[in-house]
């Protein structure tokens, strides 16, 4: 059984910038969260796709968007950067909506 | 607004001592209250509480909810360097979201 994934790892940008954060759910879940974890802060949560709908949203911009495939991948994208998205993304995958998640090693992100 | 708040932000014990770690909560449509390990990256998850009282158990890690006074603990009895990490609790909220605590940074010395 594989776990969940995410890409990259590591990356820089710079304000203004667009970026792409990429998640692979963990082996049959078709639900997919993603949350900011700044620097000494507690996960914020951002949005749940559920079967490719968004199925809930935290207190974030537009600006924050997603996707998830068919296959329950999911993409986190984020436009016009700022320096305080300078933080960890993390993306967590379940069985169901609700169900217990389980999350990726997150992509550290950088706003220079 | 829904919020969530671990005490003490910080703890300093060694080897050996037994910890107590809280976490109470405000939130709407209250679900379930999970607590998670973080030591490097990815939360690795401890317990999901749902009933009030029901003491739930994992080697020296063990956890009770109280939803008449809408707090949980999470206690480590003879703790190991390895249990140093940031302890998150979270509540799950109505619509599935969870709503995170800060976190409690504990640092185990030898």
């Known amino acids: 059984e594989t776990g969940v994934t995410q890409s990259p790892t590591h990356l820089i940008k710079t304000r203004g910038q667009q970026v792409t954060l990429r998640c692979s759910s963990q082996?049959?879940?078709?639900?997919v969260s993603w949350y900011q974890q700044a620097l000494g802060q507690g996960p914020q949560f951002i949005f749940q796709?559920?079967?490719?709908?968004?199925?809930g949203r935290g207190n974030f911009p537009p600006r924050f968007s997603g996707l998830q495939f068919p296959n329950y991948s999911s993409e986190l994208n984020v436009n016009a950067l700022e320096l305080d998205d300078s933080a960890l993304y993390l993306c967590a995958s379940s069985l169901v909506s609700g169900g217990e998640q389980f999350f990726g090693p997150g992509t550290r992100l950088t706003v220079l | 607004e829904d919020k969530v708040v671990q005490s003490p932000l910080s703890l300093v014990v060694h080897e050996g001592d037994t910890v107590t770690l809280n976490c109470s909560y405000e939130v709407t449509n209250f679900r379930s209250l999970l607590w998670y390990k973080q030591e490097k990256k990815a939360p690795t998850f401890l317990f999901m509480l749902t009933s009030s009282g029901i003491e739930k158990k994992s080697g020296r890690l063990s956890s009770i909810l109280d939803k008449k006074e809408l707090f949980s603990i999470l206690n480590i009895t003879a703790t190991q360097t390895g249990d140093s990490a940031v302890y998150l609790c979270?509540?799950?909220?109505?619509?599935?979201?969870?709503?995170w605590g800060a976190g409690t940074k504990l640092i185990i010395k030898p």
């Open positions: 979270a509540v799950e909220a109505g619509d599935y979201q969870l709503i």
């Open positions: 796709y559920y079967r490719e709908e968004e199925n």
């Open positions: 082996s049959g879940h078709n639900t």
